[in-house]
């Protein structure tokens, strides 16, 4: 669904038809609108091998705004789509890549939190990131604005995180994990941790020792919930595939076990 559109009509503008602003109805959060902040192409610090968002076209770890959109537009197009907000529960930036590379998250954060004020709409403001960032404090501070963070870890081995998240030339797992674990101590709102299972030819990040070990790591950054899901849109990447039901779901015991709080998504 497209609420986005920018009320001019110039023909060559790159952004034309594109959506800022869509309606999902989301496993993770319910009802929701979802903000996406890289329109015109994928911009992300991890180039995964799942992503179905297909390759990244600017793999950063920097700050990038294209320009587009600019608090103005997400307002407008928050407008439009806060005309009909019945049932939505939450607001999520997602989309087109990594938001917190985003330099102006946290007032288009502010941007969002007055829109749904404005419209009367009690909804949970969210934000998914791959966790690449949360050492910058720049982003810790934009992210106290949300309400639920939901950060990316899949993996607690070093060369698998290089094989499938594929992230920005001097990003290294220990960083993203020690930086997850500080942004925990910062952070008083909902943080759920995401991993997704696959197998990907002989690699796979599904095996009950992958489970263990990432429940070691992730018992340094005690998240309030782990969300354990697979591929649901096909990845852009070749041989990429769900591991079976029966793997997917010992590895989530496994992280119950432990001790998390776990919510498995197969399907
Ligand atoms: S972090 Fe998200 S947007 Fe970036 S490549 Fe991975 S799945 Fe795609």
């Given at each position: 669904m497209l609420y986005a559109r920018c009320p001019g009509d110039c023909s060559k503008c790159p952004y034309r038809n594109l959506p800022l602003v869509y309606r999902i109805a989301s496993?993770?959060?319910?009802?929701s609108l979802g903000i996406n902040l890289y329109p015109g192409r994928k911009v992300c610090s991890f180039d995964c091998l799942?992503?179905?968002?297909?390759?990244?076209a600017v793999k950063t770890l920097s700050p990038f705004d294209?320009?587009?959109?600019?608090p103005g537009d997400l307002e407008r197009a928050l407008e439009l789509a806060l005309g009909?907000?019945?049932?939505?529960?939450s607001i999520d930036f997602s989309?087109?890549?990594?938001?917190?590379?985003?330099?102006r998250l946290a007032e288009l954060a502010r941007v969002v939190r007055a829109a749904a004020e404005r419209h009367g709409l009690a909804a949970s403001v969210g934000v998914f990131t791959n966790?690449?960032?949360?050492?910058e404090r720049r982003v810790v501070e934009a992210l106290?604005?949300?309400?639920h963070v939901e950060a990316k870890l899949d993996t607690a081995d070093p060369a698998k995180f290089e094989a499938l998240?594929?992230?920005?030339?001097?990003?290294k797992l220990g960083q993203v994990v020690e930086s997850l674990k500080r942004f925990r101590r910062e952070y008083g709102g909902t943080l759920a941790v995401q991993v997704m299972l696959v197998d990907a030819g002989p690699l796979s990040n599904a095996s009950p020792e992958d489970a263990e070990a990432l429940a070691s790591a992730l018992s340094g950054v005690e998240p309030d919930e782990v969300h354990v899901y697979t591929v649901y849109r096909p990845p852009w990447a070749g041989g990429v595939s769900k591991p079976e039901r029966d793997r997917f779901e010992e590895f989530a015991r496994v992280l119950e076990r432990s001790g998390f709080r776990v919510k498995a998504y197969y399907e």
């Open positions: 496993r993770r959060r319910g009802e799942y992503c179905f968002r297909g390759p990244t294209p320009g587009y959109p600019a009909d907000s019945a049932g939505v529960r989309g087109n890549g990594e938001p917190t590379l985003h330099p966790s690449s960032t949360l050492g106290r604005l949300f309400d998240n594929r992230p920005a030339a001097g990003l």
